[in-house]
């Protein structure tokens, strides 16, 4: 089942398009992001949110390869 595959994502509607969004907590961000949306880094240690098109013509795999860390706050007012 695709949903379950991809760990517990959940799944939200963004203009006009389906996602997969992940909350990663403190502890899981273990590497630095940059944020596509301000295009400022995201540091280590930062709770954030990694996005990816739940509706990529592409299939499933490319868009897990080309998800998105954002700021939390950038993902919800985007
Ligand atoms: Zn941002």
Do not use: N
Request: charged share 30%.
């Amino acid at each position: 089942m695709t949903r379950l595959a991809h760990g517990g994502a959940r799944t939200e509607t963004r203009s006009g398009a389906e996602w997969f969004v992940r909350d990663i907590p403190a502890h899981r961000a273990e590497k630095q992001y940059l944020c596509p949306a301000c295009v400022i880094e995201i540091p280590v240690g930062q709770p954030h949110v990694v996005a990816w098109r739940a509706d990529d013509f592409f299939g499933d795999e490319v868009a897990v390869r080309e998800r998105r860390h954002y700021h939390a706050h950038c993902w919800r007012v985007r």
